[in-house]
């Protein structure tokens, strides 16, 4: 069972090595003393029998037969409606694999590009938001695995109701075969990390318990992943399958050895940049300016244009701008957005098949439910 401990300074939880009396926190550097036993990591509560009702505009309802299982987590007692504001917190992540045989081209753009845009638009403080991406001078923000993990506990750390928070990561993504019997399709999708050669990929079942699961009520997680094979990265139970028309329903990825996938109350909902069979595209086709990830170009065209209303608006744009054809694509207030804020040079024009996904933890009316950061 992993040991361990939280920072005195920042309170991230660090992995504790095997007799150590002290730890460094590779996020704020402060030096840990360790008295007495570590806490171990909570485990996820077992998952609930759930009665299945007759679908209701498109999608089901689910109702439990017994209690849900109290959360492990204790972060959000029950009482009065949360607060509607809180912290903004976010981590961005963009890795290019420079001077490799994966080597990306538009990655890091897109972390500077989705940065700027939850500053500017959606008022998160800079200071608030951690990025990684191999032009951080700071060693602690180079995407290696381990940073990436440090930075994953640290958004989640302490998140109290009315919390907004966002993971947006942009790299390579892959997929390996499960064994445990709680993926529909027998594979773990996966994260890339920068040394992902040597330490391994980020698998979507550590993803999923350490942004997911620790989710008190009345926080939000929004998740923003554009690599491939991302559609079910964070392990969410829903996956919405949505068709060319925008007709929609939602399709249960709840695993049936009971694995507990949800949050222990709170909302968390993933903007993917394909399916888990499909590739994403790192292209110029789209700006017309530098090497973009088509997936969050499309997301964040879709705000500036005004199609971020709901979550159902905002899906459908971005596939509507994957589809449409080069001669029909740039212009508009993203272009605008990336001009100011990009330089590099275009890429070759490549086909654009991929389509994006939506998932999250419970089922909703995606043409009606606001979208908020």
């Given at each position: 069972?992993?040991?361990?401990?939280?920072?005195?300074?920042?309170?991230?939880?660090?992995?504790?090595?095997?007799?150590?009396?002290?730890?460094?926190?590779?996020?704020?550097?402060?030096?840990?003393?360790?008295?007495?036993?570590?806490?171990?990591?909570?485990?996820?509560?077992?998952?609930?029998?759930?009665?299945?009702?007759?679908?209701?505009?498109?999608?089901?309802?689910?109702?439990?037969?017994?209690?849900?299982?109290?959360?492990?987590?204790?972060?959000?007692?029950?009482?009065?409606?949360?607060?509607?504001?809180?912290?903004?917190?976010?981590?961005?992540?963009?890795?290019?694999?420079k001077?490799?045989?994966?080597?990306?081209?538009?990655?890091?753009n897109d972390a500077k590009c989705m940065k700027h845009l939850l500053v500017s638009k959606f008022m998160f403080p800079e200071s608030s938001i951690i990025m990684l991406t191999e032009e951080e001078t700071d060693p602690t923000r180079i995407p290696t695995k381990h940073n990436i993990r440090m930075a994953m506990f640290w958004l989640v750390q302490g998140c109290?109701?009315?919390?907004?928070?966002?993971?947006?990561?942009?790299?390579?993504?892959?997929?390996?075969?499960?064994?445990?019997?709680?993926?529909?399709?027998?594979?773990?999708?996966?994260?890339?990390?920068?040394?992902?050669?040597?330490?391994?990929?980020?698998?979507?079942?550590?993803?999923n318990a350490t942004l997911v699961r620790p989710l008190p009520r009345g926080v939000k997680l929004h998740a923003i992943i554009d690599s491939c094979h991302s559609g079910t990265v964070l392990d969410l139970p829903y996956l919405c399958r949505m068709d060319r028309n925008g007709r929609y329903t939602w399709e249960d990825?709840?695993?049936?050895?009971?694995?507990?996938?949800?949050?222990?109350?709170?909302?968390?909902?993933?903007?993917?940049?394909?399916?888990?069979?499909?590739?994403?595209?790192?292209?110029?086709?789209?700006?017309?300016?530098?090497?973009?990830?088509?997936?969050t170009f499309a997301f964040i065209q879709a705000i500036e244009r005004g199609q971020g209303a709901t979550y159902g608006s905002i899906l459908t744009a971005?596939?509507?701008?994957?589809?449409?054809?080069?001669?029909?694509?740039?212009g508009g207030s993203t272009t605008s957005l990336l001009s100011m804020i990009l330089t590099g040079a275009s890429a070759p024009s490549i086909g654009l098949t991929q389509e994006p996904q939506l998932s999250a933890n419970e089922q909703f009316d995606v043409y009606a439910k606001s979208f908020s950061l």
């Open positions: 069972m992993l040991m361990l401990v939280n920072c005195s300074n920042c309170r991230t939880p660090l992995q504790l090595p095997p007799g150590a009396t002290s730890i460094r926190c590779a996020i704020c550097q402060a030096i840990t003393q360790i008295s007495g036993q570590p806490r171990l990591a909570p485990q996820a509560p077992a998952q609930s029998y759930l009665q299945n009702t007759p679908s209701v505009n498109g999608y089901h309802n689910y109702y439990p037969l017994q209690p849900p299982p109290p959360s492990p987590y204790f972060h959000a007692p029950p009482g009065p409606p949360p607060p509607v504001h809180g912290t903004k917190k976010a981590v961005i992540i963009g890795i290019a694999y001077n490799t045989k994966s080597e990306l081209k538009g990655c890091i109290q109701p009315g919390d907004s928070l966002v993971f947006h990561y942009s790299g390579h993504g892959g997929q390996q075969r499960n064994y445990t019997g709680d993926e529909l399709d027998g594979y773990d999708e996966t994260l890339c990390p920068l040394d992902f050669e040597i330490q391994g990929s980020i698998v979507d079942n550590e993803v990825h709840r695993p049936g050895n009971g694995t507990w996938k949800g949050t222990s109350g709170g909302d968390a909902i993933s903007f993917s940049g394909c399916d888990d069979d499909q590739t994403s595209a790192d292209t110029a086709l789209l700006s017309k300016v530098a090497s973009t990830g088509v997936m971005m596939r509507s701008t994957i589809r449409r054809t080069d001669s029909e694509l740039g």
